[in-house]
């Protein structure tokens, strides 16, 4: 098979295809990348909409927050109370602080409004699930002799047991307090108990309030408030907002990794994500500072990760800390760099990392495994990747103790294939340290990642190439054409697709790649360009998310050697790969040239093929994005073309085309 150039033409290639030297190529090659950055979870992909649900904002994450952050007391009518902070006695040890609401005068309701992340979002006619934790602190005016208010008081709590403080009024009001939904809770009781309603909306508004009323003087003490829509991504209980996740399974990943990136080595030691604060009841979950700079509630946590790869016929690639905190520790927060854990520590937190595998793939009756079915989950997770580490800085320390994780999970976990680290960067000298160690260890494959400009991308196509195939395998589990103003430009897209046709040559080699970040909030971003860009209603695709997209959606598992030759070489890169389920050949042709390139094919075998091809393209000016809010300028159009034993094809200026040959089912005569 054979593509030659038409003298026509202002630019030519020559492209030569080897249809008989087919070589298997990785069928997960294409997948994600997920990190909490951006706000990519909490106010983004997790779909609770109360914004410091549980009061553990803390001034240590931004200056201007402390526990009440989105919260304010309401009070109506003639009513007045007031609102503070308690520790005595929290719903659970990991989540010690809790509100307290004094009612010193009913009036027509005193209570709390939050505010959500922005505005919360409610739809005409959908239901939002409302729950949270209360116990009566005392009943009528008198304010317990307790410095701490988290007891009720002694000498009233007989009354509280006996008269309560009536039932909570909760509602979802407009900005201005127009009530678009209430609901009642059962009058709460002296101990803390998880109280429950679901409130329906009757109109749609972007910028509701959620509110809480007390009708009775007293003292209230509250938790955990969570309002949820039920119409999550698959209906899932705390669950992920549905628009956000489609377009993410949108993209048919092959896997995802998460929950990070830095996120998962953490600002200092303790704030490495580990991943038992995050499994079982919300209540129970450790939050923290995100190393971003924000919070985690980890509400979208191990449980909601699994259950979403498994939603959108991903496979999980969870990645744990190396037992060292991130080197930028002390860059970002007043830390001290990378730290290891103490190696006296290491021998439980290795323990911790056997028990994940325990917990995603072991039987609903080991001690893990149970708590997976407890959380709904009886059959196993089917765990094949665990990464250990993010882009370290390959240091003594590092080695160490990522050495003693390997060596364990390897003696213990054979069938799971670990993924090491090899530094932040395409080169230098956590590269070459990160590559010895796993040519040292016979690691089975390596996280590389790089952002570098879109010529990079070009100039680099050979890069895998020269790749020793008797060293070990490649994820490129970060990356992105990074513009100098970092917007998402059709020339950065292009690049990356130029790439990605470079990752597909080198399959046999380059297992997994996924580019980053996925997700940013307007707004609240720390980082650019990203893939998906979204605020509380609406999501906006990136020119770049097209590419991963397309990539993903004509995907094969063999790969067709290409020769691309001629004037337009350096500007035309090209795959050709078969998806042997379906028997389809899909060509692939990335143009960064200002000119089309008129090509053409002797498909050979024409009878194999249907006699009309799909074919789907992105172009447009190289410096034009898709602009949050405003209609896309840019998206791929599919049309059909007649193809018989001749391709011809016009490569249009600055596209990528992708021509999806249909295989007949019966040869034609
Ligand atoms: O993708 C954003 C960040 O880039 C990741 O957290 C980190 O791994 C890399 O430096």
Redesign the pocket.
């Known amino acids: 098979m054979f593509l030659t150039p038409r003298t026509t033409s202002a630019a030519t290639a020559s492209i030569t295809f080897r249809a008989d030297q087919p070589k298997a190529i990785s069928p997960d090659l294409f997948g994600l990348f997920f990190?909490d950055?951006n706000s990519a979870a909490d106010g983004g992909l997790y779909a609770e909409l109360i914004q410091n649900r549980s009061f553990e904002y803390q001034a240590t994450e931004q200056p201007t927050w402390n526990n009440l952050t989105g919260w304010e007391l309401v009070a109506r009518g003639a009513g007045e109370g007031s609102i503070r902070v308690a520790t005595t006695d929290p719903v659970h040890p990991n989540n010690p602080h809790f509100a307290v609401l004094q009612v010193k005068h009913p009036g027509d309701g005193v209570g709390l409004r939050n505010s959500g992340f922005g505005g919360i979002p409610v739809q005409a006619g959908h239901c939002y699930d409302l729950a949270l934790f209360a116990r009566v602190l005392f009943v009528g005016e008198r304010w317990p002799s307790h410095e701490d208010a988290g007891h009720p008081g002694a000498d009233n709590a007989g009354d509280a047991a006996q008269k309560g403080l009536g039932p909570l009024v909760a509602r979802l009001e407009s900005e201005r307090g127009d009530v678009l939904g209430e609901a009642l809770l059962p009058s709460p009781g002296q101990e803390w108990a998880r109280l429950s309603a679901t409130i329906t909306a009757s109109r749609t508004d972007a910028n509701a309030r959620f509110v809480l009323l007390v009708r009775e003087q007293g003292g209230l003490a509250l938790d955990v408030i969570s309002l949820f829509p039920q119409h999550t991504f698959r209906g899932r209980p705390n669950g992920l907002r549905a628009d956000l996740a489609q377009a993410i399974a949108d993209l048919k990943p092959k896997f995802v990794r998460f929950p990070?990136?830095?996120?998962v080595h953490g600002n200092g030691l303790g704030n490495m994500y580990r991943w038992k604060d995050t499994i079982g009841p919300i209540e129970g979950r450790r939050e923290q500072p995100n190393l971003w700079g924000y919070h985690q509630t980890a509400g979208l946590g191990y449980f909601e990760y699994f259950q979403f790869c498994e939603d959108i016929g991903a496979k999980p690639l969870p990645v744990v800390p190396a037992g060292v905190c991130c080197q930028n520790s002390g860059y970002l927060a007043g830390g001290a760099g990378q730290q290891g854990l103490p190696l006296e520590a290491m021998p439980a937190y290795i323990q911790e990392v056997l028990d994940l595998i325990e917990w995603a793939n072991g039987p609903a009756t080991s001690t893990w495994g149970a708590r997976r079915a407890e959380a709904g989950h009886p059959e196993p997770f089917n765990l094949e990747y665990l990464g250990v580490g993010?882009?370290e800085q390959i240091t003594p320390a590092f080695r160490e103790r990522f050495q003693m994780i390997y060596a364990a999970v390897r003696a213990r976990h054979p069938e799971i294939t670990v993924v090491g680290t090899v530094g932040?960067f395409h080169s230098g000298s956590d590269y070459d340290e990160g590559w010895k160690i796993a040519d040292a260890l016979r690691l089975p494959i390596v996280d590389e990642?790089y952002y570098v400009g879109p010529d990079w991308f070009w100039d680099n196509l050979g890069r895998y190439d020269a790749y020793d195939r008797g060293r070990p395998a490649v994820y490129l589990g970060?990356y992105a054409a990074h513009e100098p103003d970092r917007r998402n430009t059709l020339r950065s897209a292009l690049a990356e697709a130029a790439y990605l046709t470079a990752l597909e040559r080198n399959g046999d080699l380059v297992r997994l790649a996924s580019y980053?970040?996925l997700l940013a909030k307007q707004g609240h971003t720390q980082?650019l360009p990203d893939l998906i860009y979204f605020d509380n209603t609406s999501v906006a695709l990136s020119v770049n998310y097209y590419v991963q997209q397309l990539f993903s959606l004509n995907a094969g598992d063999r790969y067709l050697p290409i020769v691309v030759a001629g004037a337009a070489g350096d500007n035309l890169a090209a795959s050709c790969v078969q998806d042997r389920a379906s028997g389809d050949l899909i060509v692939k042709l990335v143009s960064r040239s200002c000119h089309a390139i008129q090509v053409w094919c002797d498909l050979g075998h024409a009878g194999l093929f249907a006699p009309e091809a799909r074919c789907t393209v992105l172009a447009g000016d190289p410096l034009a994005e898709n602009v949050f809010g405003a209609p896309p300028a840019l998206a791929p159009e599919t049309t059909t073309m007649s193809v018989g034993a001749q391709l011809m094809y016009e490569v249009p200026p600055y596209s990528l085309s992708i021509i999806r040959l249909t295989r007949r089912s019966q040869p034609a005569a």
């Open positions: 990190e950055l990070g990136g830095c996120l993010n882009e932040p990642h970060e980053a970040p980082w």
